[in-house]
């Protein structure tokens, strides 16, 4: 072989290699919704279970509930699975008549799927099952709490000190999804209520079944043929794109048709890029500042935590950091919510937070152990919040860490200062109230028992909201606790979410609510 | 026969050590299984029932004990963070990882040599400084840098590749997975569209972690071929008349076989430890991305399958490769 021929092979590899990869490449089939996001987070699909993001945005589209929250106005709660209900004259019952409806098996749904779904859910005691523990459900009690009456109806009754209102709004939270007890105990393992099984199929009488489910791959649902909502597309394919550069690639060349996640940078790019549009949607993902009150006497001084609320640019991470993914938010319960406070009475003023300091007998300079999620935006966060504590003489020391130990820290009351978020469980004040305003003794895990606050006041008052039949009085006293909180607590609320997805333009009439699990995609055209 | 045993005993005692050391290190992380499964606001019965269920509860030692014995039964366990068992997941993403990996191997090794050779053999002419560039690169820019960069030019830009993803969706789901190998699943399934679509897939991910192969293989080869012809039988050889080119197919190369073959076995196996972050840009999911997943979520079960399973595979790889040295020493004595 001559050096040129050679040469010539040599050039050929290396063009082969470069044009190996010519291929048509489609768009997406237009009976099919393609879906970028992470759901590396997914552990399962079990209503029972699954109370990650991935899984907890299906479960409003694989099943039914009883009753759901309505989707413009997450506060009003309508029928879904039960048509109608009625109220026990003692207030702590509820009778359920059952709709005409089909499970994706074809089984018609009957009381006995409810009293199999929820007290699975509860025996389960799995991670959202303190959701149905607040009936004061157990394992124990639960068979004789959810019972059938005839037919068409079904009695839910609890020994909890609450109100039907609030029952019905944790009613709404997709543990209380009603599962397909047929097909559900087929699947049944030794006593695991077919939980292993559900992890990765669905049986419930949604718009969509799972039709595949591939761990860190793809969750791909399929129109459910028996569904009396039957959705405008075949498919809805939701791929996991682990690098958000990558979904962004796959959006703006039409592989994709809907991107989640993406970065505020990414989002600004793409504002003006042709044939994509981006929906923001506000959540109800509420950002604070966590001081342990028992670290130390300065960081249980309520004038540190006066002091603090007047050392966060609020406005800055907001517009300049997070540009529209969160606006600024200084309430326990984020706008949205019945009662939630929508005035900020606290700005940028490190003047006045050095003469509270002062006045409080807390001498500065000081160091405070800052732990942190290590990712973003926390971590940028955290800086801005070093350098506002900075010019008060209070040097925040950022101890990154991955979120388990941070929660774990929490739980143990290791820790000085941190930054977390909070999204409620299921669409009821209460369902933050209950974190931020209990602690009678310790005995509960509540943020404010990590927090080290002792607030038998706040609590008996939280308590008596939970009960108040009177929607109006119960407004009220939600607006009272979170002034009082506002006012002196170990926690700074900074900021409320505001869900950016970037979606084709060809998409039509995708819908998301306030709450974490209030994705739709029955209604999507293209 | 003594030595099979002492070569099985001596494997047995690398993956126990593998598995010892792995189970100690996910351990001492600060990651708390239980609560990365059942997240901050459980309640503590729920918390307390998982650190139950995972086996937590119990002594280290017991713990380490009880998987090994579980595993010598064929079972890998449960995988905290899929909800699968262990040994399916790594039926799922291994094969995925192997077919990028040898892909990748076989452009590498295949540009490399080709590439070393024509460098070593016309030094200090534009060959020889592509050869440099290419080593340059390979070993300098970040494979995560660079894949982004590749999917703006030939999928974005140039529109000439797919973008991440194993198939496009039209493909995905319409042909069954029988051997975890797209191209070998693709090809069975008789659809021409999607074997093409599925070696389309194939090109970007691999040429970028090929290039890391090319750079190692052409350096090496280019330096041991230009140390070879400064020996004194190249110089017999060339005065007795022998061109440059049979002097190194003929004689070099066959006395370079067994460092080129190692280093080439050598960068495959890093290649299958799992290209973490070319599965990550790709979106391609392999073993390497498994168990990063799984690290960050303390999964131990999914951490010990994948590593006794990637441990195993180097193992064997280091076996095959010294075989297949000494198989070309002994050709090279006779």
Not at chain 1, 507 to 513: E, L, P, T, V
């Amino acid at each position: 072989m001559s050096l040129r021929s050679f040469r010539a092979a040599l050039l050929g590899a290396a063009f082969s290699v470069a044009v190996l990869p010519l291929a048509s490449f489609a768009a997406t089939p237009d009976d099919t919704l393609v879906v970028a996001q992470s759901i590396d987070d997914a552990v399962s699909f079990d209503p029972a279970e699954g109370f990650e993001l991935t899984t907890v945005q299906s479960f409003n589209n694989l099943y039914q509930r009883l009753v759901q929250s309505n989707r413009d106005d997450g506060t009003k709660i309508e029928p879904a699975l039960a048509t109608s209900w009625e109220a026990g004259s003692d207030g702590k019952s509820l009778t359920f008549a059952i709709a005409d409806a089909k499970f994706a098996s074809g089984n018609p749904v009957r009381p006995e799927d409810v009293i199999f779904s929820l007290t699975r859910a509860v025996k389960l005691n799995k991670s959202p099952a303190f959701i149905l523990n607040e009936f004061g459900w157990t394992a124990d009690n639960v068979d004789a709490a959810v019972t059938k009456l005839d037919d068409k109806h079904v009695k839910l009754s609890w020994a909890a000190d609450v109100g039907t209102g609030f029952a019905l709004s944790l009613l709404t939270a997709p543990i209380a999804s009603i599962v397909d007890e047929q097909t559900v105990s087929a699947q049944i393992k030794g006593n695991d209520f077919g939980n292993e099984w559900l992890k990765a199929n669905s049986a419930g009488s949604g718009a969509f079944v799972i039709a595949n489910y591939t761990p860190h791959e793809a969750l791909v649902l399929q129109a459910n043929a028996q569904s009396s909502n039957k959705p405008k597309l075949e498919n809805i394919i939701i791929r996991n794109v682990p690098d958000v550069g990558a979904r962004r690639l796959l959006v703006e060349q039409g592989d994709a048709d809907i991107a989640r996640g993406l970065s505020a940078d990414q989002i600004e790019a793409l504002k003006t890029k042709s044939g994509i549009k981006v929906l923001a949607v506000p959540s109800a993902r509420t950002d604070y500042i966590l001081i342990n009150s028992k670290a130390n006497p300065t960081l249980g001084n309520p004038a540190f935590w006066e002091a603090a609320r007047y050392l966060v640019d609020y406005d800055g991470i907001s517009k300049s950091l997070l540009r529209g993914q969160s606006s600024v938010h200084q309430a326990f319960l984020p706008v949205g919510f019945p009662g939630a406070l929508t005035d900020n009475p606290f700005t940028l003023n490190v003047e006045k937070a050095k003469k509270i300091l002062a006045d409080g007998g807390i001498k500065t300079p000081l160091k405070i152990e800052f732990i942190v999620f290590n990712d973003q935006p926390f971590l940028s966060i955290a800086q801005s919040l070093q350098s506002t504590f900075a010019q008060a003489g209070v040097t925040l020391d950022i101890q990154p860490g991955v979120a388990s130990d941070i929660y774990a820290r929490g739980r143990a009351g290791k820790f000085e200062m941190t930054l977390r978020y909070w999204i409620p469980d299921y669409f009821d004040a209460h369902s933050n109230a209950s974190a931020f305003a209990i602690n009678k003794d310790n005995s509960a895990n509540t943020v404010a028992k990590q927090a080290g606050w002792l607030i038998p006041e706040l609590t008996a008052e939280t308590l008596s909201a939970v009960k108040e039949q009177d929607g109006a009085k119960r407004v009220a006293l939600y607006e009272d606790l979170q002034k009082k909180i506002q006012q002196s607590s170990p926690y700074i609320f900074t900021l409320q979410g505001n869900d950016q997805v970037v979606l084709s333009d060809k998409i039509k009439n995708y819908a998301q609510g306030l709450n974490a699990d209030q994705v739709y995609y029955d209604k999507v055209e293209k | 026969m003594v030595s099979l045993v002492r070569w099985a005993w001596s494997v047995a005692l690398t993956l126990l050590g593998l598995a010892l050391v792995t189970f100690a290190m996910t351990r001492l992380s600060p990651i708390d299984p239980a609560l990365q499964l059942v997240g901050d606001h459980a309640s503590q019965s729920t918390y307390q029932q998982a650190r139950q269920e995972l086996g937590l509860d119990q002594s280290l030692p017991i713990q380490f004990l009880h998987y090994l014995g579980t595993a010598l039964s064929g079972n890998l366990g449960q995988s905290i963070s899929t909800g699968q068992p262990v040994a399916k997941d790594i039926a799922r993403t291994f094969p995925a990882t192997v077919e990028l990996a040898t892909v990748a191997i076989l452009i590498g090794a295949g540009l490399g040599l080709a590439l070393g050779i024509a460098a070593a053999m016309r030094r200090g002419t534009w060959i020889d400084s592509l050869c440099r560039l290419v080593s340059l690169v390979g070993y300098s820019v970040p494979i995560f840098w660079l894949g982004l960069l590749m999917l703006l030019l030939f999928y974005a830009r140039l529109h000439w590749a797919p973008g991440p993803g194993r198939a496009d969706v039209v493909f995905q789901y319409s042909v069954k997975p029988v051997t975890g190998f797209a191209l070998v699943d693709t090809l069975i399934s008789g659809k021409a569209g999607a074997f093409l679509d599925a070696i389309a897939h194939l090109a970007l991910p691999a040429g970028v972690l090929a290039l890391h192969s090319i750079a190692a293989i052409s350096r090496l080869t280019r330096a041991s071929i230009i140390t070879e012809l400064g020996q004194e039988y190249v110089t017999t050889a060339r005065a007795r008349g022998a061109g440059l080119w049979r002097v190194v197919f003929v004689h070099v190369l066959p006395n370079l076989s067994g460092t080129i073959l190692t280093v080439v076995a050598l960068s495959y196996a890093s290649l299958l430890e799992g290209a973490v972050l070319t599965e990550t840009v790709f979106a391609w999911p392999g073993i390497g991305r498994y168990l990063t997943t799984a690290m960050f979520a303390g999964d131990m079960p999914a951490i010990l399958g994948a590593t006794l399973v990637v441990g195993t595979a180097f193992v064997l790889l280091n076996a095959l490769t010294d075989i297949g040295v000494t198989w070309l020493g002994a050709r090279k004595t006779r």
